[in-house]
């Protein structure tokens, strides 16, 4: 496949793993350039400085969050394309895609900027922190338009079959990032501003590049000034891709919800969470990657009518995940604390963001398994069903759970850490169900 891997024929698992790496890299750097605003923060700047950031950005991601989630719709539906052999439908798509992409970058760029303050209060940031975290939000919400583009132009690309390119962009990003924070926070004391400001700077940067990367490349399809509209290609595509963001925006409310119950216990546990998130987002990237990667890959098998080869894929997936999934959650139940100083050298913060990841660790092996299946379902545009026991997971197990854990007294992150993994293997459970009843259906229709 030009300028793209055809996941149609040959080793299921070398090429698996060949498409999953770049995408595993994009994502180590992502979460790396997302880190070195909490890192740098907390070596340059202030304990409050550390709860905005870290209550900022988790508003930010649940933002982000769901335009990758719309961005999914692109990449299944290009993938669907390509394993059909209907290449004809990209050009609709891709510009279909950009004018669906721009219009809401540029509706909740305003939204971020008028509703930072409603937001932050919402997520009960403390007090101390409130302004920064309002800060934080205004200054990404005026460069979301980048954040946008970044996620639909890797998600195009992750359509085609083709990591590489987007590992490229967010690595140009990320260099940006580290320069714009060790400028803009550790010498210029810009603290939480020089932080929100670096992040959308790199994101500038990296969409301006990879645009010039674009035109270079012997591409099959391309953007055409007919196709810039609301059509029938971009319905589709949310069609599989707004569930999917509804599953994001309610699950990462939940996530809100479960940092403002932290927020209550106060600074210290605020800022020990906003660390343990951090490296919590490093502990999930291999279960990412893997969604991410099996979702074009099922899809094009999807298209080419090759339910076997899909169904194997799903398989050699959590394999791959549970053997890197094992030791990273060793290692961040027995070292999370010697992770945790590297965000931050106050001794309270470092103790209670041990006390989530211990609880946490599970996730790292369970987690795999789960986004394998999500990676599945959607490749088969089943997207509605992720978001059904998205949803159950988070507001029947993880919400009430964590809920009960925060208020008891003298609480423990470790009870609210647990949380995750018990919705996790829930999730799992739900999914293990729609397998055998999808699969029963599949092998009807193939014999």
């Excluded at 919590?280 to 990657?289: K, T």
């Excluded at 053997?323 to 010697?338: H, L, Q, R, S, Y």
Aim: with cysteine; hydrophobic share 50%; net charge positive.
């Amino acid at each position: 496949m030009e300028n793209g891997f055809d996941f149609t024929q040959g080793s299921i698992t070398k090429k698996l793993i060949r498409f999953m790496l770049p995408i595993l890299g994009a994502l180590i750097l992502q979460a790396t350039y997302s880190a070195v605003d909490l890192l740098i923060v907390g070596r340059f700047g202030t304990t409050e400085g550390i709860s905005g950031v870290s209550t900022g950005a988790g508003i930010m991601s649940t933002v982000t969050f769901i335009v990758s989630s719309l961005a999914v719709g692109v990449t299944v539906l290009m993938g669907q394309y390509i394993g059909a052999g209907k290449p004809e439908k990209l050009d609709e798509l891709l510009g279909n895609a950009v004018c669906f992409f721009t219009v809401f970058a540029v509706v909740m760029s305003f939204a971020l900027v008028l509703l930072a303050r409603p937001l932050s209060i919402i997520m009960q940031a403390p007090p101390e922190a409130l302004d920064f975290t309002v800060q934080y939000i205004r200054i990404c919400g005026v460069g979301f338009i980048f954040v946008v583009f970044y996620n639909m132009i890797s998600g195009i690309f992750r359509g085609i079959g083709n990591s590489r390119l987007p590992l490229l962009f967010v690595a140009i990003a990320c260099v940006v990032n580290i320069l714009g924070d060790l400028l803009l926070v550790a010498v210029l004391n810009m603290n939480v501003a020089g932080a929100a400001i670096a992040t959308i700077a790199a994101q500038a940067v990296s969409v301006v590049i990879s645009l010039a990367v674009i035109r270079r490349q012997n591409l099959s399809f391309g953007l055409k000034k007919k196709h810039l509209r609301l059509g029938l290609e971009i319905r589709k595509a949310l069609g599989i891709g707004v569930p999917l963001a509804m599953q994001d925006l309610l699950t990462n409310i939940s996530f809100l919800a479960l940092c403002a119950f932290v927020n209550r216990i106060g600074i210290d546990a605020s800022s020990g969470y906003g660390v343990a998130q951090r490296i919590q987002s490093f502990i999930l990237l291999i279960p990412v990657a893997l969604a991410q990667s099996m979702s074009p890959f099922v899809a094009q098998n999807v298209g080419a009518n090759n339910g076997k080869r899909a169904r194997s894929a799903l398989k050699s997936g959590m394999l791959i995940g549970v053997c890197i999934g094992v030791p990273v959650a060793v290692a961040t139940f027995f070292f999370g604390d010697w992770i945790s100083r590297l965000f931050s050298e106050d001794s309270s913060v470092v103790m209670r963001s041990f006390e989530y990841l211990k609880g946490f660790a599970p996730e790292a092996i369970v987690t795999s398994v789960l986004f394998s299946f999500l990676g599945f379902f959607n490749g088969y545009s089943r997207s509605k069903f992720v978001m059904i026991q998205g949803l159950i997971q988070s507001f029947v197990i993880r919400l009430p759970v964590s809920y009960v854990m925060s208020i008891r007294p003298n609480a423990s992150l470790t009870g609210i850490g647990l949380a995750a993994p018990l919705a996790t293997t829930t999730g799992i459970l739900l999914c293990v169900w729609y397998y055998m009843r999808m699969n029963r259906s599949q092998k009807r229709l193939e014999r």
